[in-house]
């Protein structure tokens, strides 16, 4: 008889072959059953609490992905990829889930009958390069000769991008306002130089772009009033210095002999404080800023010689300014000079609903812009600031990558045309598979129907005879329920979104069929942090 060999720790479970890759597919199914109904102006939105009650609203596929916390190994790769598609292009996050997971649900009929993954996923790879070498060859270039034509395609990439979105009503005022905070940037477009600030309170359209920085104003000590709120090219100083007295260290211990000797303590402390406000004063410097608090005594000082000063300035806002107006952000008075200063063409403090902001304009070192946004409740504003960032990501790429194709569905259903025109002049397996790929495209448009409560399979129809006839831009019109010529609509994206969720979807495709087997490690002697979690305590895929 056989010696029986264990290999593993006891209490490992393993699980092999096709039932455990069928299963890997079938949670990916579940993750995208969740997310389908967000795609397109029509999605729903959805609501999310964490564990510590908050509350989340967005139809953004990346958002949704975080906050769901998915355990399953095999699912968790769809998150990856809603990540690497909001890190590299902005949008297109629940475009990638959806694709990823109709390709897994094709090509599971032919895992069923037996067909080796392998040959299912070099299937896969060849359609999604040829369907990437269509793209490039159908989309439109750019001409960045006419800076008034380049801008209005611009706006209309952004407003693509906007028009799913909470704020879709306003997507042609918030697309413009995108496009301005891109095209203020140098040519590197640092995504970090756009800041966008919250204020509650009055209506979206009272949001409004400032060309430079804006931050609020912190907590500021009675004198502060008597300062001017105006500087026309004022000198700014940026500190990381405490300016006020400061309390005594616990349990220090001083031992004196004399009452005289204690002023001298005190006397000693208000000299090393008036001589940091005179050096400043000194400095040239009209603006003071730090990270640290500005005391009542500082503030009176500064308001007495026409100085203004901000004291516990966020960092974030601290090096965006030193960024924006130059200078440095010094940790000693001793250092401040020309050259440390930073300098701006404007500086204002105005009052923006219940809140006093900063401003300053006319950044002569680096280009930058503020956002700030209006409006009522606070989740509304954090989604409002989330498809901001995806629309701001959308222009950063079609300024970058100089093409665009027509959204709406219609690029899939060319590509799904093309493709499954290709598998006819092909035999074998992969001519089926192929062709399943080439159906899996179609997601797009027919979910988008079935968000907005169209008969999808009139509508399928209907592009399959537009795109058979040679109209390769004729996507779903979600206004008239009906098809169109989604470019003339001016419904464009950067092609750039189109590939690169076709492939991040077949990267997490072929790595989810890659895998032959699951094995799951016991659990150590840890608490169990989710309930009921299968996958806790580690594992190898």
Same mark, same amino acid.
């Given at each position: ?437 080439? $159906? +899996?495209?179609?997601?797009? @448009?027919?979910?988008?129907?079935? #968000? /907005?409560?169209?008969? *999808? %399979? ?29 470019? $003339? +609509?001016?419904?464009?994206? @950067?092609?750039?979104?189109?590939? #690169? /969720?076709?492939?991040? *979807? %077949? ?35």
């Amino acid at each position: 008889m056989q010696p029986q060999i264990i290999l593993l720790r006891e209490g490992t479970e393993s699980s092999q072959g096709k039932p455990q890759l069928i299963s890997n597919i079938n949670a990916c199914q579940a993750v995208v059953e969740a997310l389908r109904t967000t795609l397109g102006p029509r999605g729903m939105d959805k609501l999310i609490v964490s564990s510590n009650g908050k509350v989340t609203i967005s139809n953004d596929g990346a958002t949704i992905m975080k906050q769901l916390n998915i355990v399953h190994p095999a699912a968790k790769s769809l998150v990856d990829i809603a990540k690497s598609q909001d890190a590299e292009v902005g949008d297109g996050t629940t475009s990638v889930v959806l694709l990823a997971g109709e390709f897994l649900k094709q090509v599971k009929s032919f895992i069923e009958e037996g067909v080796h993954p392998r040959v299912i996923v070099k299937a896969l790879r060849k359609a999604v390069d040829l369907a990437i070498e269509r793209i490039k060859t159908l989309a439109v270039p750019v001409k960045h000769e006419d800076s008034a034509e380049h801008f209005a395609l611009l706006e209309k990439c952004a407003s693509t991008a906007l028009s799913s979105k909470l704020i879709h009503q306003q997507k042609h005022f918030f697309g413009k306002m995108a496009v301005d905070a891109v095209m203020i940037l140098d040519d590197l477009l640092p995504l970090d130089m756009i800041g966008i600030k919250k204020v509650t309170g009055g209506a979206l359209e009272d949001s409004f772009l400032v060309a430079g920085v804006a931050f609020k104003k912190t907590f500021s000590y009675a004198g502060f009033e008597m300062q001017p709120k105006k500087y026309d090219n004022p000198r700014i100083a940026m500190l990381n210095i405490e300016l006020e007295l400061k309390a005594e260290r616990d349990n220090a211990e001083i031992r004196l002999e004399k009452v005289e000797e204690y002023q001298k303590i005190i006397d000693a402390e208000w000299d090393i404080l008036y001589d940091k406000l005179e050096k400043i004063h000194k400095s040239g410097a009209q603006v003071v800023l730090s990270k640290l608090p500005i005391g009542d005594v500082a503030t009176q000082y500064f308001a007495d010689r026409d100085m203004f000063c901000a004291g516990r300035v966020v960092e974030e806002d601290l090096k965006r300014t030193m960024k924006a107006c130059g200078g440095a952000i010094l940790t000693t008075v001793a250092d401040l000079n020309e050259k440390t200063l930073g300098s701006c063409e404007h500086f204002e403090e105005r009052q923006v609903g219940g809140e006093r902001y900063n401003l300053f304009t006319g950044c002569s070192h680096a280009k930058t812009s503020t956002i700030i946004l209006r409006g009522g409740a606070q989740q509304f504003m954090d989604e409002t600031e989330r498809s901001l960032h995806d629309a701001i990501m959308i222009v950063r790429r079609a300024m970058k990558n100089d093409a665009v194709v027509a959204g709406g569905g219609a690029i899939e259903m060319e590509l799904s045309k093309y493709l499954r025109e290709y598998s006819r002049n092909i035999a074998g397996r992969e001519q089926l598979l192929i062709g399943a790929i080439a $159906k +899996a495209l179609e997601i797009i @448009p027919r979910q988008l129907c079935d #968000n /907005a409560g169209f008969d *999808a %399979t009139n509508i399928l129809n209907k592009l399959r005879q537009r795109h058979a006839q040679g109209d390769c831009w004729y996507g779903v019109d979600i206004t008239k329920e009906d098809v169109e010529d989604n470019f $003339k +609509a001016c419904v464009w994206e @950067p092609s750039v979104v189109k590939i #690169n /969720a076709l492939m991040a *979807a %077949t990267e997490a495709a072929c790595l989810i069929l890659s895998v032959d087997e699951t094995i799951k490690s016991p659990k150590s002697g840890g608490t169990d942090t989710s309930a009921n979690n299968p996958y806790v305590g580690g594992g190898m895929m």
